[in-house]
């Protein structure tokens, strides 16, 4: 809770943690297949930036902005859940579960 108090109040922790999302996401960790023909790539390539767009369980953000997220709960707390929700009728969302709620 304290560091979570000096992220949120503290300018420079504020800062620090900014500058610690930046350079270890950047503007996002996306997968690369190189193993695969070129029709084949492009179609995973367009297939996966399909899902990225809805895969936040919350539909606040985007699978690039998840992994900010991740970074800076990391950075903040220490840890942070991942939840896999996969149902019949909708591809694979994940939901970011703060460690506080548990």
Known sequence: AR??????????????????VAYEVGTGLAPT???V???????????????????????GTTY???????SGEMFEAGEVFLRFVRSANRPLRIQLICSEQL
Do not use: I, M
Request: include cysteine.
């Open 3 to 20: 560091s979570r108090f000096h992220c949120r109040e503290g300018g420079l922790l504020a800062a620090a943690k900014e500058t610690w």
């Open 33 to 35: 297949w190189s193993d």
């Open 37 to 59: 023909r070129p029709t084949v790539r492009k179609a995973l390539h367009r297939w996966f930036n399909a899902w990225a767009r809805k895969c936040d369980f919350d539909g």
């Open 64 to 70: 690039y902005g998840l992994q900010a997220q991740v």
